[in-house]
């Protein structure tokens, strides 16, 4: 079994590294190369040009957006009775173009975007959220097991990426909503530590209040895992969802401009906490 991995970013370094124990070559390729050359040396997967790369068995990818996707599957096109697994956080309707056109030449396009930030990357136990054809997901599953705690196939092609989009913006709502609570706490002088100690074994805890806010925000790191322009993709992909379904998506469309008070530039160069940094300066308080 040849399996491919394209896109050796803070998640996909991780995730490529655990396809290495099953019993298959691991062919990687990454945009800057000498990244594909040192996880090579370090992981025992080969490092091989992208016309090379195409032609496995499994092509994986992980790349910013769905943009760069489908122009990697237009300058590569890859070899008849593959499966390419899009583990980017992407536009649905991209990938049922992606499915629509690939099936015509027999390969099938499975978007299967993960959550369990890098931390999951580096244990294996990313959950992995799979769109597109269920005959296509039972061949892929074992292969998608090798960094996943869990896997859920959610329904027909994009349906994987609408899941992701819907799942983030969530989570940013969290991280917004349990700041703006900490704010009122701090502002009445109440210990943030404690308070945090209360959330977390109470019913408005989440991932947020339980890692995000300790870690990166209270500690002052912002340590960049995620960067806050893609999760600024994100939230866009949730409301053009919301646009198309004729929802109201109130409370998403509010998240949006929220986290749209980073500029695009900044966005890409920080972590997503550091967004919570626009609030502190607008409340006058430090989350600490
Ligand atoms: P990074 O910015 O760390 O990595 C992006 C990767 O894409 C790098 O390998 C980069 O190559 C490559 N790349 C960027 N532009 C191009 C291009 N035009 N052509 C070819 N390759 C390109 O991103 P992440 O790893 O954080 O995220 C990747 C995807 O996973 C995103 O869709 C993100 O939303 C999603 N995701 C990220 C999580 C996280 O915690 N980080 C969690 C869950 C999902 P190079 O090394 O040359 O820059």
Same mark, same amino acid.
């Given at each position: 079994m040849r399996i491919g991995f394209i896109g050796l970013g803070a998640i996909g370094w991780h995730m490529a590294r655990h396809l290495t124990q099953l019993d298959a070559t691991v062919m990687v390729w990454n945009r800057t190369q000498r990244k594909a050359e040192a996880h090579a040396a370090q992981f025992a997967t080969v490092a091989v040009d992208l016309d090379v790369l195409v032609q496995a068995d499994f092509i994986f990818s992980c790349l910013p957006t769905s943009a760069e996707v489908e122009a990697m599957i237009a300058a590569h096109p890859p070899q008849s009775g593959s499966i390419w697994i899009d583990c980017t956080s992407g536009v649905p309707c991209s990938a049922q173009q992606l499915s629509h056109s690939l099936k015509l030449r027999n390969i099938e396009?499975?978007?299967?975007? +993960? @959550?369990?930030q890098t931390i999951g990357a580096e244990?294996?136990?990313?959950?992995?959220?799979?769109?597109?054809?269920?005959?296509?997901f039972e061949r892929a599953r074992a292969v998608i097991q090798a960094f996943a705690g869990k896997i859920e196939h959610v329904g027909e092609s994009g349906a994987g990426f609408a899941v992701k989009a819907i799942n983030n913006s969530l989570m940013a709502a969290n991280l917004w909503a349990l700041s703006e609570g900490l704010s009122v706490l701090k502002a009445r002088? +109440?210990?943030?530590e404690a308070a945090l100690a209360c959330i977390n074994h109470s019913s408005g805890k989440s991932t947020m209040s339980e890692t995000v806010m300790p870690q990166k925000i209270m500690s002052r790191r912002f340590n960049k895992t995620f960067a806050l322009h893609l999760l600024q993709k994100d939230i866009g992909i949730a409301l053009d969802l919301i646009a198309e379904t004729q929802q109201q998506g109130r409370l998403l469309h509010a998240v949006q401009?929220?986290?749209a008070q980073t500029d695009r530039q900044t966005?890409?160069? +920080?972590?997503? @906490?550091?967004?919570?940094? +626009?609030?502190?300066? @607008?409340?006058?308080v430090l989350l600490n």
């Open positions: 396009f499975l978007d299967a975007p +993960v @959550s369990g244990q294996g136990t990313l959950t992995v959220m799979v769109g597109g054809d269920a005959t296509a002088g +109440v210990n943030l401009q929220l986290y966005a890409e160069h +920080v972590d997503f @906490s550091a967004a919570i940094q +626009v609030l502190e300066q @607008s409340h006058q």
